[in-house]
């Protein structure tokens, strides 16, 4: 079954330091991944998305991402905090063919001390 | 930058009460989906709908629940007899051609009492 892992449901860093979010996924066909971000009180907001070009994949607000199929994995970076970063930040994946669900991670909340 | 628009933001039903939550899409979109959000559990996928029929709908998606695009303009989901669980974010999203870069809107929060 598809599936996607968070690893770590809340992530706390000092402002200027490094972010790294975790994402598993779980697939047998080729996976379209994504990032999601969700401030507070708001909806859902595209950070970036793989869809089979480049492996290395470049966001909104300096985040990026890495396609590592090797691993599995779909790691969001960013190399230095900022306060405003704060959010939840949501890994989806959904899969070709005659679907286009998004199955979601269950979130990892990012605090930004100052 | 065209927006996914929800209303309305907030609404709060009594139980066993049919309520009506209201999207207008990004106006050249053609995929519209629903996915609902329950207080601290993940984002889940409730329906798609594409050609004005539903192309997919998840397992929490049952006869209670219903799709429309009335006017080409709004996309509806009606829930006709709410009960407790329901409580949740609804998110409205859309994309031009599917494959999940869709843009989402800001949620209605239902609360059924």
């Known amino acids: 079954a598809q599936s996607v892992t968070q690893l770590g449901s809340h992530v706390s860093v000092s402002e200027g330091a490094l972010v790294l979010l975790r994402c598993n996924y779980s697939?047998?066909?080729?996976?379209?991944l994504f990032w999601y971000v969700q401030y507070p009180n708001q909806g859902l907001q595209l950070l970036l998305k793989y869809t089979s070009a480049a492996t290395l994949v470049k966001g909104i607000n300096g985040f990026e991402a890495e396609f590592k199929k090797s691993e599995t994995s779909f790691h969001l970076t960013k190399p230095s905090a900022h306060m405003s970063d704060a959010a939840e930040y949501f890994c989806?994946?959904?899969?070709?063919?005659?679907?286009?669900?998004?199955?979601f991670g269950t979130g990892t909340r990012l605090q930004v001390f100052p | 930058e065209p927006e996914v628009t929800q209303t309305p933001s907030h609404q709060v039903t009594q139980m066993g009460q049919e309520v009506i939550l209201r999207c207008v899409p990004i106006s050249n979109h053609l995929y519209f989906y629903w996915y609902r959000q329950i207080l601290g559990q993940k984002v889940e996928f409730l329906v798609s709908f594409y050609n004005n029929e539903i192309s997919e709908k998840s397992e929490i998606f049952d006869d209670q629940f219903s799709v429309e695009r009335p006017d080409g303009s709004n996309f509806t989901l009606k829930i006709r007899s709410t009960k407790l669980e329901d409580s949740a974010m609804y998110f409205c999203a859309s994309s031009t051609t599917g494959g999940g870069g869709y843009t989402f809107g800001s949620g209605t929060r239902l609360t059924v009492v």
């Open positions: 697939s047998s066909v080729p996976p379209y």
């Open positions: 989806a994946v959904s899969f070709r063919g005659n679907t286009d669900k998004l199955i």
